[in-house]
Nanobody, 114 residues
């Protein structure tokens, strides 16, 4: 199973970005999908998760600004990020539970300038 993430980049504060992460390979079922991030010098933290049934949960720091969604037909999870702040600057990693095993994407850098 491989995860391919994309969509990071440089954006000004207040702007928006959409991240995507697609799973490929020997996939029988995709359970939980989510996004984590790691800022420089900090531990990796959970940003948002979405279950197979579409239930979502967000870190307090991004609630109301970020939206996680998934397209099961495409084995893809998205993270729509709006009203971005400089403190959102980090490497964003997707994490997907495939066949009840966890996999990490390669990370995509999001930089928010003030």
């Amino acid at each position: 199973v491989q995860l391919q993430a994309s969509g990071g980049g440089l954006v000004q504060a207040g702007g928006s970005l959409r991240l995507s992460c697609t799973a490929s390979g020997s996939i029988h079922s995709i359970n939980l999908m989510g996004w984590h991030r790691q800022a420089s010098g900090k531990q990796r933290e959970l940003v948002a998760i979405i279950t197979a049934g579409g239930s979502t949960n967000y870190a307090d720091s991004v609630g109301g600004r970020f939206t996680i969604s998934r397209d099961n037909a495409k084995n893809t999870v998205y993270l729509q990020m709006s009203s971005l702040k400089p403190e959102d600057t980090a490497i964003y990693y997707c994490r997907v539970l495939v066949n009840f095993e966890g996999y990490w994407g390669q990370g995509t850098l999001v930089t928010v300038s003030s």
